[in-house]
């Protein structure tokens, strides 16, 4: 079945600090991937998604890109702020988001001023 | 431009009642989807349903849990005979058609007492 591996948390960082989470997937097909923001209390929200190999997602600074070789989709981004602390969830579709999400199991990002 | 809608926000409910969550999609969209987030877990799909139908129920615990998108008014979530094991937070998401990103709603906080 289809999996998603996201590196475990809290990761804490200072301001301006450069930004990566790792996230790797398993499918069976050609899936898309997806990575979504939940600010606390809140629902979550798309931030970026990538439908095909060597797509690049980006939004608010943040990027990611499909690769296929490597089975990943790592999260970016080069100069985080206070208001970026929130968990991210990596995701997959095999459906291109037709069908069920399959959510990693979050990283919770935390920045100090 | 309202978002996805869910109510309540907050459910405490005693083992053995009912339990009852109700979802209004983005206006347009025909396509719903439930997720349960278990304390320190990612997002779990449960069912996917258009109106009148349910598509895919593989993630639905097959006692107790039922879902229904009817042709007038919000998809409800409804859970029979509730346990302690069932608090968690439900999260509803919604897309305009079969391969559109879905759009989650604030999700609905269920404590089982």
């Known amino acids: 079945g289809n999996s998603v591996t996201q590196m475990e948390g809290p990761v804490t960082l200072s301001e301006e600090a450069f930004l990566t989470i790792n996230c790797t997937y398993t499918?069976?097909?050609?899936?898309?991937l997806f990575w979504y923001v939940q600010y606390p209390g809140e629902g979550l929200q798309l931030l970026l998604k990538?439908?095909?190999?060597?797509d690049k997602g980006s939004n608010k600074g943040f990027e990611a890109t499909y690769r296929k070789e490597t089975t990943s989709f790592h999260l970016e981004k080069g100069s985080v702020q206070v208001s970026d602390s929130a968990v991210y969830f990596c995701?997959?579709?095999?459906?291109?988001?037709?069908?069920?999400?399959?959510f990693g199991k979050g990283t919770h990002l935390i920045i100090q001023p | 431009n309202a978002g996805v809608m869910q109510n309540p926000r907050h459910l405490v409910r005693r083992r053995g009642q009912e339990a009852r969550l109700r979802c209004s999609p983005m206006?347009?969209?025909?396509?719903v989807y439930w997720y349960r987030q278990l304390p320190e877990e990612g997002l779990k799909f449960m069912v996917y349903?258009?109106?009148?139908?349910?598509?895919?129920e593989s993630g639905m615990p097959k006692e107790r849990f039922s879902a229904e998108f009817p042709k007038e008014g919000p998809s409800i979530l409804r859970i029979q005979q509730v346990v302690r094991g069932d608090s968690a937070a439900y999260f509803c998401?919604?897309?305009?058609?079969?391969?559109?990103?879905?759009?989650f709603g604030p999700g609905t906080r269920l404590l089982v007492l």
């Open positions: 499918a069976t097909g050609y899936p898309s």
């Open positions: 206006k347009g969209h025909s396509h």
């Open positions: 998401a919604s897309s305009r058609g079969a391969k559109e990103t879905q759009y």
């Open positions: 995701a997959l579709s095999e459906g291109g988001g037709a069908d069920g999400l399959t």
């Open positions: 990538a439908t095909k190999a060597d």
């Open positions: 349903l258009q109106k009148e139908n349910i598509i895919d």
